[in-house]
């Protein structure tokens, strides 16, 4: 399970599970558990400081890289 984060200003966006042994560069909706500080606005998901961090593309947003930072552990069974 991953914690994101906004790398703007380190609020908590969502919980995340993440499978397999890749980058976070999408993140698939059903697999969010959990969300703190995110809304979904103008097809982007934006922290509450103003910062976008993802781009809503149906089933999964794909995330702005240089927009979060996570931290956890991910799950490799894969």
Request: hydrophobic share 35%; net charge positive; proline share 0%.
């Amino acid at each position: 399970m991953l914690t994101l984060r906004c790398a703007a200003c380190r609020r908590k966006l969502w919980k995340y599970l993440k499978l397999g042994k890749g980058e976070v560069l999408r993140c698939h909706k059903e697999r969010i558990t959990r969300v703190y500080d995110a809304e979904e606005r103008d097809g982007r998901i934006w922290c509450a400081c103003g910062q976008a961090v993802g781009v809503d593309k149906g089933g999964h947003w794909a995330m702005i890289s240089s927009a979060f930072t996570y931290s956890g552990t991910k799950d490799t069974r894969l």
